[in-house]
């Protein structure tokens, strides 16, 4: 049976890093998508490989049924394709980067899917922000106040995959959740299943 994995967490978790490792380990050939995002944000900006749209085009799309999920953060306006009931028809595993704020309403057209929560500490959270330089301390320690007020998100699919872990660990735990069939090998179970938490 197809999954539909929808990942959160937390600007500065490691999301896109994950998604990236994974990308690379599991390969083209596997049946895995990893389903990419229509941004009205530059196609060089955030440093995901998102499909830039204005806002004119996103709203027309919009309006004429072409995206199955659609929201808005910071600014910016957030779809995914209706191409993923095609992917999931097919068998195949479907990986979304979410929004947490958006989850209930996923959760709705999608009542199967399995959301992942990827979660750090506040001083995990707080060492990566600070490395992008783009907020000083302060408007830091603000955003993750406000972000613990979204980590309350609940599903009863939810997984959660501790990312305050090097990249390697948490990684593998990752593709042993969307492509079971991979990861490591069985000597380094009893550490990935510490990686990644039970259901919420």
Known sequence: MANLFYVIGASGAGKDSLLSYARRRIG??????FCHRYITRAAH?????????????????LQRGCFAMHWQSHG??????????????HGLNVVVNG???YLKQAAEIFPDL????VVV?????????????RESSDEIRKRIERSHALDAVEHPNMV?????QPLELSG?????????????????SDELSEAVGGSE
């Not at 593998?172 to 380094?188: D, N, V």
Request: proline letters at 5%; a negative charge; aromatic letters at 6%.
């Open 28 to 33: 083209g050939d596997a049946p895995v998508i």
């Open 45 to 61: 900006a955030g440093g995901e490989n998102h499909i830039e749209l204005p806002d004119a085009e996103f709203e027309n799309r």
């Open 76 to 89: 910016h306006r957030y779809a995914v394709g209706q191409e993923i009931h095609v992917w999931l028809q």
């Open 99 to 101: 929004s947490r704020a």
């Open 114 to 117: 399995i959301p992942v929560h």
């Open 121 to 133: 500490s506040d001083a995990v959270l707080f060492d990566r922000l600070s490395a992008r330089g």
């Open 160 to 164: 959660e995959l501790d990312n305050n």
């Open 172 to 188: 593998e735990a990752f593709i042993r959740l969307i492509h079971p069939a991979e990861g490591l090998s069985e000597s380094k």
